[in-house]
């Protein structure tokens, strides 16, 4: 299935700030007869959904925002987001050794006694991984595009060897908009709108 490209470039602190969203699911409720009703999940991961834009801004700002926009092509090419709300794992859970598998996928684990959540992590930053076997730091090739360890020789974790990691996270996102408009207040100054974003499934 084709995807949308998602550019290896972090949306400006200075656009970032003043972003409102988070998770987002789309779930079906059926009503029966009696007043029960029945649930569909369409989705099993959640969406971060929001917008972003803060009222007046300096005009360097504005110019950054729409510079950045122009390059995404609107809708058509994604970007990488810092959720400030969330956006670590410690300790992380990844896997369990079996002596033969050598690739396992970054995730976040959300703990529930009903009903715990797991999030597949696509984009960890760069720099930030570390990845432990059996509580032990092990080298291993981190995948930044898609969330992937893969280990090498004796590095291979041997079996019920617990995989472990810390790491921190973007967002792929992308505008949910083909069109901006900032409205400048004075010759230093512009408003930018509330522009919707909405995360990319990878």
Do not use: H
Not at 84 to 110: A, C, M, N, R
């Amino acid at each position: 299935m084709a995807t949308i490209p998602v550019d290896a470039v972090r949306l400006p602190v200075t656009i970032e700030r003043g972003a409102r969203g988070g998770p987002s699911y789309r779930t079906n409720v059926t009503i029966l007869d009696g007043g029960y009703e029945v649930t569909q999940i369409n989705w099993s991961q959640a969406r971060w959904v929001g917008t972003i834009g803060y009222g007046i801004a300096e005009r360097d700002s504005y110019f950054e925002l729409i510079e950045f926009f122009r390059a995404r092509r609107g809708k058509a090419r994604g970007f990488l987001f810092k959720d400030w709300s969330d956006y670590s794992v410690v300790g992380g859970t990844i896997g369990t050794g079996d002596g033969v598998e050598t690739v396992f996928q970054l995730v976040k684990v959300y703990d529930d006694t009903v009903f715990p959540y797991t999030r597949t992590i696509t984009r960890p930053v760069n720099g930030t991984v570390t990845v432990y076997v059996a509580g032990v730091p092990t080298a291993a090739t981190i995948n930044y595009t898609t969330g992937t360890v893969t280990f090498s020789g004796p590095n291979t974790p041997v079996a019920a060897a617990a995989v472990t990691a810390d790491f921190e996270f973007d967002v792929p996102m992308r505008f949910d908009t083909d069109a901006i408009s900032v409205q400048l207040e004075w010759a230093e100054a512009g408003r930018i709108p509330n522009l919707p974003i909405i995360e990319v499934r990878e």
